[in-house]
């Protein structure tokens, strides 16, 4: 560790050494940009493009009650958590029938 003596500087060369001091430190720091909160909702072609479908065959999932849409505002909105979960259960429904065949 080296030891400075501050009696032998003069307040303008400690205020340079600080400042530069400061100066290299703030270079290195890069401020991460806040963490942005998943939304709760997805609109219709949000959800198009998650599931790899058509905004017809979304229509009919809503319709036949696979998934829930909701109307906010003049505009469907369907929860993210709602959507994997059907999802979930429509894999876990997809095989049942060759079990009951076992």
């Not at 100066?23 to 939304?39: R, T, V, Y």
């Not at 469907?76 to 065949?101: D, F, G, M, P, T």
């Amino acid at each position: 560790m080296e030891n400075i003596i501050l009696h032998s500087t003069s307040l303008k060369e400690f205020q340079e050494i600080i400042g530069q001091i400061v100066e290299e430190k703030l270079k290195d720091f890069k401020p991460q940009p806040p963490a942005k909160e998943p939304a709760e909702y997805g609109t219709r072609r949000e959800v198009c493009a998650r599931l790899h479908i058509s905004l017809a065959t979304l229509h009919y999932y809503t319709k036949d009650g696979i998934l829930n849409g909701y109307k906010i505002g003049g505009r469907a909105l369907y929860r993210w958590a709602e959507v994997e979960q059907a999802v979930r259960q429509i894999q876990a429904s997809k095989y049942k029938h060759l079990k009951s065949n076992l």
